[in-house]
């Protein structure tokens, strides 16, 4: 609601009733020969000067409950945006406000020849539009680049060829985002055109911050931005460009039961001085796709092979897992190579002018930026009776599973100048629980059900905002499902959660009640580690026409 009353049937009845009858009583005794209870008089005169009192009334205490921190905190809905960012910059903070999604679509075609693509070009990807900021042109050859708008055409193993450019979303905020691999239509005719799809997750999308979001961080405005204490830290990493807009954070240190590196001792007790923490730096993981070479490690008994990727600490840092590994450029590729080992491994080389945290075992570095990694899978199509074992090399279009900017963080804490003087701070992306769900909306023959894409939108956005609860309750994601449904009914909704336990083990959840993270701090795992994951395309929306007799 605007801080403005700008629809009369905004004003509660009673007070307009009260500023008429005291309108009447100012007039009555200005002149008690009027008659104030009838005729246009009253009906004109004194029913509308009373209303309109009352509307000024109202904007008077709209802004009375816009210019304190307690007003504002009772009724965030109802307070100015302009005067709360007035009211919250005395304490140092900005609104954060909304920008758009960005990323890159892969364009295919068909013929060796240049394909120019205007500024302003349009593509759809299932009702989302995106546009081009500037020209492009696809050239043939590595010698016709001439500027950073120039790209060349690769050939595809199928006969194909492709070029890439940059897109930015028409919408702002997360309803921008789309994921990897989505079909992306364009509005206007392309050269030789066969297909277009996101070359990977789009991101750097934020809605705009709300009255409810900016007053969460008054907090940590008014803290100091050091190295100590939970609220400082926090506030430290807002005042960091690029991490203003982090999520939810969750600090273990001394004393809990979750801290293993302070336990490095001959003594089986926590000496203090190391702190693990646990950053969510953006709502939805990244699919970060890449092409590596693997390794032949063995010859299968079907004429095909088990390969072996090795992964550096600062390629993908912190990174959760891998999600496909496939051929490259293999369009009409489905699926995913099956991965028969996931090793991590700490990686505790030393980087010049930063502190390197107490890390003894492989557990403790994963997801952090000291992780590395060798992933083996078995390629079922690529023959191998000409190739040599730990010798013979392929690339692969290999696809991660993370969250950026884990990396960063850990140079800001280990950084001379941010970093506690008393001991070591780790980074680490949190412990995920990928969540999936599934219900049916049910309403009687004939009815209309709403967009589902729209359902999952918001139900995505409730998963990812919870931060380090430890609970998941199908009751409110019921209570999102009915926002929007009406007097349509919905199943039980079907809840089902993967842990990617640090050891490498993966713990499963399931409820149509509440999801909750288990406690198992032996494996760093309790509700202030773990934080739950939801994406749209995860969440699985049915209708069914149920019976409803005739009264």
């Known amino acids: ?80 945006d302009d005067i709360v960012d007035l009211v919250l910059s005395n304490y140092g903070l900005t609104r954060q406000e ?68 940059d897109v930015v979303a028409d919408a702002v905020g997360l309803s921008g985002e789309i994921t990897k691999g989505t079909l992306m239509i364009p509005t206007a005719g392309i050269t030789n055109y066969v297909t277009s799809y996101a070359t990977s997750d789009f991101g750097g999308a934020v809605d705009t911050e709300t009255n409810e979001q900016f007053l969460l961080r008054l907090q940590t ?64 993981v990244k699919l970060v796709g890449t092409t590596l070479a693997a390794t032949l490690i063995e010859k299968t008994g079907d004429g095909k092979g088990n390969w072996q990727i090795s992964i550096g600490r600062d390629d993908y840092p912190g990174f959760y897992d891998v999600v496909s590994i496939t051929p490259t450029d293999a369009t009409n590729f489905v699926g995913t190579y099956d991965i028969n080992q996931d090793i991590r491994s700490a990686d505790v080389t030393s980087t010049l002018g930063e502190l390197t945290p107490d890390i003894a075992v492989a557990k403790e570095a994963v997801y952090s930026r000291f992780q590395s990694a060798v992933i083996q899978f078995k390629d079922h199509d690529t023959d191998t009776s000409a190739l040599t074992v730990n010798t013979s090399t392929k690339n692969y279009s290999v696809t991660f599973r993370m969250l950026l900017g884990i990396e960063d ?87 089902y959660g993967q842990i990617l336990r640090p050891d490498g083990t993966i713990k499963s959840l399931r409820s149509s009640e509440v999801l909750i993270v288990p406690d198992e701090p032996e494996n760093m795992i309790s509700a202030r580690t773990v934080v739950f994951f939801s994406d749209p395309e995860d969440i699985q929306i049915s209708a069914a026409a149920v019976a409803i007799p005739e009264i």
């Open 221 to 284: 405005g008014i803290a100091a931005e050091a190295a100590s204490n939970r609220v400082n830290m926090y506030a430290m990493l807002r005042a960091q460009p690029g991490f203003e807009n982090y999520v939810s954070a969750s600090i273990i240190g001394f004393g809990d039961p979750e801290m293993l590196r302070d336990r490095h001792s001959i003594f089986p007790v926590s000496y203090g001085g190391r702190a693990d923490w646990y950053v969510r730096t953006s709502e939805r």
């Open 409 to 495: 963080i850990q140079t800001i804490v280990g950084s001379r100048g941010h970093r506690n003087y008393a001991g070591d701070i780790l980074v680490k992306a949190p412990i995920p629980c990928f969540v999936s769900m599934a219900f049916t909306i049910e309403g009687p023959p004939g009815a209309t059900t709403p967009d589902p894409s729209v359902i999952a939108d918001d139900i995505a956005g409730y998963v990812n905002n919870l931060g380090f609860t430890g609970r998941l309750s199908a009751s409110a994601i019921s209570d999102i499902i009915h926002n929007r449904i009406g007097s349509l009914t919905c199943s039980a909704v079907d809840m």
């Open 1 to 80: 609601m605007g801080i403005e009353v700008l629809d009369l049937s905004e004003l509660d009845t009673n007070s307009v009733l009260q500023q008429i009858e005291f309108m009447a009583e100012l007039l009555q005794e200005d002149n008690p020969s009027i008659d104030t209870k009838r005729g246009v008089l009253h009906d004109l005169l004194i029913r509308y000067s009373g209303i309109l009192a009352a509307a000024n009334q109202e904007n008077i205490d709209r802004i009375r409950r816009s210019s304190s921190l307690q007003a504002i905190s009772e009724d965030p809905t109802l307070a100015d």
């Open 98 to 165: 909304g920008t758009e999604a960005t990323g890159t679509v892969t364009i295919v075609v068909d013929t060796l020849a240049p394909v120019v693509l205007p500024a302003g070009l349009t593509f759809d990807a299932s009702g989302k539009t995106f546009h081009t900021e500037i020209a492009y042109t696809a050239q043939t050859t590595n010698d016709s680049v001439l500027s950073e708008a120039d790209r060349v055409l690769t050939q595809l193993s199928d006969g194909n060829y492709s070029f890439t450019v």
